[in-house]
């Protein structure tokens, strides 16, 4: 019996991630009174990506999990890159994913704080005025084997550097003239202990403060008091800071100074990042990509960016299956593409309604079908969930079918139609190819067939076995469309990693093919963005932000896997 319930206990953790584990371990301590509180911190200077995603999962998940909270604090710390756009997006794009934060916060709430804790070391001798330029500071900074250089203002007196620190945000010292910096150990081996600069001067006005401030704090100087200020308990963040925990524990120490030492302290864990394979994930890059009109937007499909995914088509739960799949661990991995992919395909074979679309039409005219004669056949919506329904499509004795499905003189493994055999034309009736009318560079103009009356689907009569079924949809009936076809943006699996070439010139060219001259089924005339669709035979596709009734734009959000052969086996 004990042993039965030791191994129900270890198979319990294993199914937890590690911070799970973690989380779990301070809980049955009791560390913190039991109150887990964690914090998704992004820096307003960008849409969030997929890789955030992954962060906001975790954040929000373990919160979730364990009855805690998570808020949502803006990381604004650098005004010259900073935008509401950016705040209002982030947000946006939370909300979408399923999230709820319990509080907005901004790191520019705690600014007097942070001004008054400098003070506060400058006067005990602990942070100091540098008059250096940046490239100075950085020469000075040694290697991880070899001690930096001390500053020559490193021991200036106390007073001198209170009066220069104010001058600092007052606006009379130039940008990148003087920096504050943290008066620690230029010889210690984490680097991040040489003397790390805490403020310096940023002069463009900030989206929240205007131009209160002009010295601004640095990322270390600002992440750990800010999660200490808000009461986070655990601070999750990606591996590259993994060096800069000592120093995050440093500030808060110094902090917690003649406070009680039981205090709560938030604790800072890493894991690893989201790499996705022929994507580019950081932030400067996208923003490129955007300005250089490289790709039409942040939201442009083919981003790897939440907005992208969505306009896509991508669902969250998708993207939520997709980052289970993956799940968090200590190691940097670059992750397939494929299995975004096929995250994405299982979660809309679930959902997508089954329609039919033609991309590049060619005509077939039924001889034996009356000219005026018009049927509404039902389609299923969904195979896989026949709760969902049906509706009714029109087939007539002019169609539209895919260029691709005929071939006038075809192998033997051709199951679609070419003249003398037969096919069934789904949710309709079985059909025999008769031939074709070509124009004088032998293009195929229009396709001939007759059709058997008997062989309707549902029909008793209908069990006639034929290999390959089409789709099709009704010359007189079907909506004219607009359809896009994205590819993956980048040529190469990890562009990142091509360092002698601009990443620019590492851009697919063929990333996004418009097709203007397609044919959609009537039923998808009311269709809205977001509304998710198997076009069958060919992918999955929802409407573009931009489709109207007038003009129906479809984007595809993944292909179907190996199409035809599938269907034709
Ligand atoms: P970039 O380097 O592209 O500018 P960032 O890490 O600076 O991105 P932030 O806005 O600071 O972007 O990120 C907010 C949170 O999201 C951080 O906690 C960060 O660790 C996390 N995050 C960012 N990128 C990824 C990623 N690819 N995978 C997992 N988490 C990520
Ligand atoms: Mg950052």
């Known amino acids: 019996m004990t042993n039965n319930n030791t191994d129900t206990a270890s198979n319990e953790k294993k199914r937890l991630n590690f911070i799970e584990q973690i989380i779990e371990e301070d809980l049955s301590k009791g560390k913190n009174d039991g109150r887990i509180q964690t914090r998704f911190p992004p820096e307003p200077n960008g849409y969030l990506h997929i890789g955030h995603a992954k962060a906001i999962c975790l954040d929000f998940g373990v919160a979730e999990k364990y009855n805690g909270v998570c808020n949502l604090r803006f990381d604004d710390t650098n005004p010259s890159k900073e935008d509401v756009e950016y705040v209002d997006s982030i947000q946006e794009d939370i909300a979408w994913l399923g999230y709820k934060w319990n509080e907005v916060f901004y790191a520019s709430d705690y600014f007097q704080q942070l001004w008054d804790f400098a003070v506060k070391l400058i006067k005990e001798g602990k942070a100091y005025v540098d008059e250096q330029t940046s490239e100075q500071i950085a020469e000075q900074k040694g290697t991880p084997t070899q001690p930096g250089t001390e500053s020559p203002y490193r021991n200036r007196p106390v007073e001198e550097n209170l009066a220069l620190f104010e001058k600092m945000n007052s606006g009379e010292i130039e940008e990148g003239k003087m920096v504050l910096r943290a008066k620690i150990d230029m010889a210690n081996p984490n680097m991040h202990f040489r003397d790390p600069i805490m403020y310096r001067i940023i002069k463009t006005p900030h989206h929240r403060t205007g131009d209160k401030w002009k010295a601004y704090p640095m990322y270390d100087f600002a992440h750990g008091q800010s999660d200490y200020f808000e009461g ?177 003189d075809a192998p033997k493994k051709f199951f679609r139609m070419t003249p003398g055999q037969e096919v069934r034309l789904k949710n309709a009736y079985i059909v025999k190819c008769t031939g074709c009318d070509k124009d004088e560079n032998d293009n195929i103009t229009k396709i001939y067939c007759t059709y058997d009356p008997d062989t309707k689907s549902g029909m008793p009569a209908s069990n006639r076995k034929v290999k390959g079924t089409l789709h099709w949809v009704s010359c007189r009936h079907a909506i004219p469309a607009e359809v896009r076809l994205y590819d993956r943006l980048f040529m190469v699996e990890n562009p990142s990693e091509e360092k002698d070439k601009d990443f620019r010139e590492l851009l697919n060219p063929d990333s996004l093919k418009v097709l203007t001259n397609c044919y959609v089924e009537k039923y998808l005339l009311d269709c809205k963005p977001m509304d998710h669709f198997q076009f069958q035979r060919i992918g999955y596709f929802t409407p573009d932000k931009d489709s109207t009734k007038d003009r129906l734009i479809f984007n595809r959000t993944v292909s179907l896997k190996d199409t035809w052969a599938k269907i034709n086996k």
């Open 232 to 408: 986070v308990t655990h601070s999750l963040c990606t591996l590259e800071f993994t060096v800069h925990r000592p120093l995050y524990d440093y500030f808060i120490d110094e902090l917690k100074e003649g406070r009680d030492l039981e205090d709560h302290r938030p604790q800072q864990i890493e894991f690893n990042r989201l790499n996705l394979t022929y994507t580019v994930m950081s932030k400067r890059k996208l923003l490129t990509l955007v300005k250089e009109n490289l790709v039409n937007g942040w939201d442009d499909p083919r981003m790897p960016t939440i907005c992208g995914f969505r306009r896509r088509g991508y669902t969250p739960e998708a993207i939520k299956k997709f980052i289970t799949m993956i799940g968090y661990t200590k190691f940097e991995a670059l992750n397939d593409i494929s299995m975004l992919e096929a995250a994405c395909r299982e979660d809309l074979n679930m959902r997508a309604t089954r329609v039919s679309a033609v991309l590049n039409p060619v005509k077939l005219i039924i001889t034996n079908y009356p000219e005026d004669m018009v049927e509404e056949l039902e389609a299923v919506n969904n195979p896989e969930n026949l709760a969902e329904g049906s509706h009714m499509i029109e087939f007539s004795r002019e169609l539209w079918i895919e260029r691709e499905d005929f071939m006038e």
